[in-house]
């Protein structure tokens, strides 16, 4: 596959085919827990910058990154919905919860639950 930019939903169908047989007979499950996993390594690069003395490696957290976004697209796949369906809900949720375009430190401690 050539560099170039693709679209979400581009790449939720490039990263569907490379599921195991094994993960493919519960999207859903796997997709979770795989996220759960490569989000701890994401957590773990910084750990060790923030804590340990380690110098930020951000080609290894890009790496994790990657992992992550590929388990929610299975996750989403499992879902039956596609990513750019997850990315537009997310952005239609915090611009109605901030009432427009920007962060506002009071709408989020004192949001509706």
Known sequence: MDKKEISFNEYQKHAFNLISEEGRKDLLTNGVLGLAGEAGECC??????????H???????????????WYI??????????????????????????????????????REK
Request: net charge negative.
């Open 44 to 53: 773990d690069i910084i750990k060790k910058h923030k804590y340990q003395g």
């Open 55 to 69: 110098e930020l490696d951000k080609e290894h957290l890009k790496d994790e990154l990657g992992d992550v976004l």
């Open 73 to 110: 697209a299975e996750t989403a796949s499992g879902l039956g919905i596609t990513l750019e369906e997850v990315a537009q809900y997310n952005l239609d949720k915090l611009h109605k919860r901030f009432d427009g375009e920007k962060f506002d430190k009071e709408k989020s401690i004192h």
